[in-house]
């Protein structure tokens, strides 16, 4: 345990070098503040990734141990069992993968990837691993197939060939099927890849072979030769066998399906087109899309089941993917949400030459995964209990927390229930394979995410799993824009037509209040409550934020005006806005004149019904000024004890008290710097006189205002010559990217936006910026809206906290911090009368107190310490009923209680962090003590105070990639790491740290990666990780019965060890392919225990260890041999030196 006395550090201890803790010169102190923290604590390592496989590609599943895996274009496999059983790999090539094989109940997977390599998985460990790879030179691999049972894996190529590979060591067997001797004369061309093998489920020995081109060869392995050959005119895509093995049916690009006798290859013995039109006239169908995918499933009890993918008409050009699904004479056609990737029907049994038994189909979509009940009438499909929604609409903004009150997930989770679809199949989830983990290391977390189309989902995250509790739609407070005359389904991809967008939220999980600010800038507070209540009104304020023309530090966008005085305008009434009230502007006053004094969107004026959990307390809009739409909101705060909501924007600040639904405070960030300015700010109403053009207003005036759909277009309606409609979209979209970076200073925020390049050096992103407002600039000088653009300085971190605003004050009082993207702190003091009636009757006050600090760049995070180092939270007020009964309505406030203050001695530190430095100082004082460069070549993108086990630290996500953590007070590096570099503007937006050492983001648009940088969690992380395998039992294979043992037609068994293993088959060509042996070695192939393969292995590893200790031994006794060789002619060389000589010669 480290001690830092902080007198001696102020005692004249010089600065350190760049980027390192600086002590820095202030007053005497006495407290000594005891760090815990030391850099062992820290580890990081990946935890768990969540969501939807971006851009799936392929798809297996294990019947016996009931496991699905799924890979991804980029070379990813996502393993799925029971409900919180997960894991994901990566291949390092990353590569896509083509195909997936499971050895069946062995524990091992096989990957085939687009860049002709094949890897053998062992999914026996919590954590699976690579313990073969075979890479192909010559030839492109195009299909896979692992016979059940089986050790040997056949690999067809896009020449035509098939390469057989023993998966116990991963070597090529001598035996190859070349394309010239299956087609031999059948075909006067090359066939084309090999789009299909497999073997016949009643003779082992018999393989069919699909081509390309629609020739298929049924293939005698032990003859080596081909017994028959189908040929049909058109491409086949998949070919599927009939349980008994004499027929197989195949899927063909003209949207037909063959069904053809092994013994009659001359022609299909059916051939039907199933979405085709079939003409009166006998003529053939009208050709239809192609048919990709076909399998054929027997029943004992009845029809068998046909489940296919494609084949629908041309006429439907607009519907979507579907699955049609035969059984018997009824034909279902399941349309689907997204197109469709692969599908597997789920049976009863995995042995081939059985009936199957089908009971579901999985089926794998672009962005969704859905499992369909085949034993219930009309199909139902199955509940997914994984967290695959996060995508439904695009993430634009994530918020963590760790250690939670321990009643909040259950009271999310009561309200969300409710709110659960119907119309589910009743049956269990099919993929319940895995064991959970048993780790100790549990606490209450969640996570918030905000989406495109309003909507905000809280996750329980928990003991490294995800389960979504409760989801609230923001955008049911709007009147909703039709299209068509009716509503668009929301899409997932982020689109410029989001006015319900989340830009950014607050919430305080002990009162439960929740804020959210929104891209069409504007601000929704929430409160909790278990009732269903209906608002007859809903409660709006309107607010005008405008800067000033004669501000250097903060001038209007709105150029064309004059510039204004910089005294406040009296507030003509204190009464709040209803929503009832009748309008007094109108979106466009005439065609002459700009957009002033509205909004971008409408609140919903009937009565709203309020479901259980969160519901509107207030909306507070910004409103158009003068033809420039407002700004988008870059900070905002809530805080439940002092009932304010504070939010700010490159325009300023504003402060409002939810409580009295009035607007207390609306100034310019350069006003907040004026000490001219009065610093008793009274409650101006959001309802007053109407202002002239250009004027500094508080609001505007009038609620109940049509929405315009040219909201999108801001400057519609305006006299200023204008662009053409797509330049305005390419805009407006490039302004909602770069208002995702609500954190970051206009710097690095005009990186965020130019999302085809990498961020650069700090250097490089000082010139040449694009503002922040740049899609929003009215017709004036260039040089001159640059000159402004630079020099506007948003609010970019609020704080708000019991703490000293003055240099003079001796007790905490509510205070209100503010950071911004200049990296200034600025100080405002809060009076709050009392608790009760007068709370909700008497004015609060608030006055500026000045610069704290300033930083070099934008300010991210800050917090506050007591004088013995601990974290103070802000206050907050105990979360009770809305809705309860008044007498149970007691307002108690709960705030935070630091020590009493000494004469001449500080008892908090703030803590300071911007885009490149961190700083702490302390209060009352505002002496800074310790100064510390987190990076000169970098910024800094998050930045979070964090309680660990041991103690407090300050973390810090770097542009280059690196992870960092700070001791508090002393800012001493803890843990720097290079994780990774960012070249994805979406990691940036949503990284973000969360107490007790966790942090995650987003790795992809439908992909959470949760990581860890804590040393304890790492520690623990194998027991609280799930198990994909556990040992089962295979299944009794299917009773041949008497006749058929006695007579023979039962399945023919082959020993392919004969036909395939180097006696006979010979060494297969060593230029072919290139075995590379996984990175674990021999210590990973001990994994494969148990099993018929992993037997085989065990067994084959210790011949190699007994085979290397015996050719050890037989090397030590060829070297003792050549040393005896060697004495014994060194012997004979001096009895023939020595012979002839006398004794007195010697």
Request: with cysteine; charged share 20%.
């Amino acid at each position: 345990m480290k001690k830092f006395n902080i007198r001696k550090v102020l005692d004249g201890l010089t600065a350190s070098s760049s980027g390192t803790a600086s002590p820095q010169p202030g007053t005497n102190q006495n407290d000594v503040i005891q760090e815990t923290l030391q850099s062992e604590h820290f580890q990081l390592c990946k935890t768990v990734r969540h969501g939807f496989p971006y851009q799936p590609s392929s798809m297996a599943f294990d019947p016996v141990q009931k496991i699905l895996a799924i890979g991804t274009q980029s070379g990813a496999v996502r393993l799925f069992g029971r409900a919180g059983v997960e894991c994901y790999c990566q291949h390092d090539s990353g590569a896509a993968v083509i195909q997936l094989q499971f050895l069946v109940n062995e524990g091992a997977l096989v990957s085939a990837l687009a860049d002709d390599s094949v890897h053998l998985w062992n999914l026996r460990q919590k954590q699976p691993a690579i313990l073969h790879t075979l890479k192909f030179n010559r030839e492109r691999i195009t299909f896979c197939h692992l016979p059940f049972q089986s050790k040997w894996l056949y690999i067809g190529t896009e020449k035509g060939n098939i390469h057989i590979v023993n998966v116990e060591s991963f070597t090529l067997s001598g035996y190859v099927i070349m394309w010239n001797k299956a087609i031999e004369l059948s075909s006067k061309s090359h066939p084309g890849p090999v789009v299909h093998i497999s073997d016949n489920p009643m003779d082992e020995g018999k393989i069919l072979i699909g081509f390309e081109c629609g020739t298929v060869v049924l293939w005698d392995l032990k003859c080596k030769k081909a017994d028959y050959r189908y040929n049909h005119d058109e491409a086949i895509h998949s070919v599927a066998w009939h349980h008994e093995g004499k027929q197989f049916t195949c899927s063909h690009s003209d949207g037909t399906l063959t069904t053809w006798n092994v013994r009659v290859p001359a022609k299909p013995t059916i051939t039907i087109t199933p979405h085709g039109k079939q003409p009166k006239d006998g003529k053939k169908p009208e050709p239809c899309k192609p048919i990709l995918k076909v399998e054929y499933k027997t029943t004992r009890a009845g029809d068998a089941f046909v489940v296919m993918s494609g084949g629908l008409s041309y006429d439907t050009g607009c519907r979507r993917s579907c699955l049609t699904v035969m059984h018997g004479k009824s034909t279902a056609v399941l349309e689907m949400d997204y197109p469709i990737v692969d599908f597997l029907t789920l049976c009863e049994t995995p042995y081939p030459n059985d009936f199957q038994e089908p009971y579901a189909v999985v089926v794998l979509l672009e962005k969704d995964l859905v499992v369909i009940d085949l034993e219930q009438i009309g199909y139902p499909i199955f509940e997914n209990p994984y967290p695959l929604s996060i995508h439904e609409s695009p993430v634009t903004c994530v918020e963590y927390f760790a250690d939670c009150p321990p009643e909040l997930i259950p009271a999310l989770y009561s309200v969300g229930s409710r709110q659960k679809r119907q119309g589910y199949s009743k049956k269990e989830w099919p993929i319940s394979g895995g064991n959970w983990g048993q780790g100790t290391l549990s606490y209450p977390e969640i996570i918030v995410t905000g989406h495109a189309d309003g909507s905000i989902k809280f996750w329980d995250a928990s003991a490294i799993m995800l389960q979504v509790l409760y989801k609230l739609k923001t955008a049911k407070v709007f009147e909703k824009a039709l299209k068509g005359g009716k509503e668009e389904k929301p899409s997932t991809e982020i689109v410029d037509e989001d006015p319900f967008a989340i830009q950014t939220l607050s919430w305080c999980p002990e009162s439960r209040m929740l804020c959210v600010a929104g891209v069409s800038a504007h601000v929704i507070i929430y409160r909790f409550s278990k009732q269903e209540i209906t608002t007859e009104v809903v409660q709006l304020l309107e607010v005008r934020m405008q800067g000033e023309l004669n501000d250097v530090d903060s001038p209007d966008p709105a150029g064309d005006h004059p510039p204004t005085p910089s005294t406040p305008v009296p507030p003509s009434s204190s009464s709040p806005t209803q929503e009832g009230e009748p309008p007094e502007a109108q979106p466009f006053t005439s065609d002459d004149r700009p957009r002033d004094n509205v909004p971008d969107l409408k609140v919903w004026s009937a009565p709203l019904k309020q479901s259980p959990g969160y519901q509107v307390e207030l909306v507070i809009q910004l409103v158009w000024v003068s033809g420039e739409p407002p700004q988008q909101i870059t900070s905002l705060a809530v805080s439940s004890s002092d009932g304010l909501v504070v939010f700010g924007n490159s325009s300023g600040l504003a402060v409002v008290d939810y409580l009295q639904k009035s607007l207390l405070l609306n100034m310019s960030t350069s006003e907040l710097y004026s000490p001219s300015d009065p610093y008793q700010r009274q409650p101006r109403s959001p309802r007053k006189t109407r202002q002239p053009s250009g004027a500094l207003s508080d609001n505007s005036d009038g609620n109940n205002i049509s929405e315009e759909k040219s909201s999108k277009s801001p400057t519609s309606g305006s006299t200023t010559p204008t662009n053409s409609d797509d330049e305005h979209k390419q805009k407006r979209f490039i302004e909602m990217v770069k208002s995702k970076s609500r954190r970051f200073s206009k710097t690095v925020a005009n990186d965020f936006a130019k999302m085809s390049k990498k961020i650069s050096s700090p250097t490089e992103q000082k010139t040449g910026l694009d503002a922040k407002d740049s899609s929003f600039s009215r017709s004036r000088s260039s040089s001159v809206t640059s000159i402004e653009r630079e020099s506007r300085e948003a609010i970019s971190s609020i704080h708000l906290s019991e703490s000293f605003p003055r240099k003079t004050d001796s007790s905490p009082s509510p205070s209100l911090w503010l950071g911004t993207t200049q990296g200034t702190v600025l100080v405002l003091s809060l009076s709050l009368p009392p608790t009760g009636d007068q709370r909700l009757q008497q004015p609060v006050g608030v006055s500026s107190c000045g610069t704290l600090v300033r930083l070099k760049g934008g300010i991210l995070t800050m917090a506050f310490l007591d004088s013995l180092g601990a974290v103070l939270p802000p206050s907050y007020e105990p979360w009770s009923e809305l809705n309860a009964p008044d007498e149970e309505k007691t307002r108690r406030r709960r705030p935070a209680s630091p020590p009493p203050t000494h004469e001449g001695q500080d008892s908090q530190y703030a803590v300071v962090c911007s885009e490149k430095q961190a700083k702490v100082v302390g209060l009352p004082s505002q002496s800074c003590f310790f100064k510390h460069n987190i990076t000169e070549s970098s910024f800094v993108l998050r930045a979070d105070v964090v309680q660990m086990a041991a103690g407090l630290c300050l973390a810090c996500f770097c542009a280059n990639g690196h992870i960092m953590t700070l001791s508090l007070p002393s800012l001493r590096p803890l843990l720097d790491v290079n994780y990774l570099p960012l070249t994805d503007m979406r990691i940036a937006r949503t990284f973000c740290f969360s107490n007790l050492g966790q942090a995650m983001y987003l790795t992809s648009p439908t992909e959470i990666q949760r990581i860890t940088y804590s040393q304890e969690t790492c520690d623990n992380l194998q027991e609280m990780m799930g198990e994909l395998f556990t040992p089962l039992e295979t299944p009794e294979a299917p009773n041949r019965g008497f006749f058929k043992g006695l007579f023979g037609g039962g399945a023919q068994s082959l020993d392919r060890e004969d036909l395939f293993g180097e006696t006979a088959a010979g060494k297969a060509s060593r230029s072919l392919a290139q075995h590379i042996p996984g990175p674990q070695g021999m210590e990973g192939m001990k994994g494969a225990a148990s099993g018929v393969v992993g037997d085989l292995a065990r067994a084959r590893i210790a011949l190699d260890e007994r085979g290397q200790k015996l050719g050890e031994l037989e090397d030590r006794t060829a070297a003792m041999m050549a040393s005896a060789d060697s004495f014994s002619k060194h012997a004979h060389d001096m009895m023939l030196k020595y012979k002839d000589k006398k004794w007195y010669q010697l």
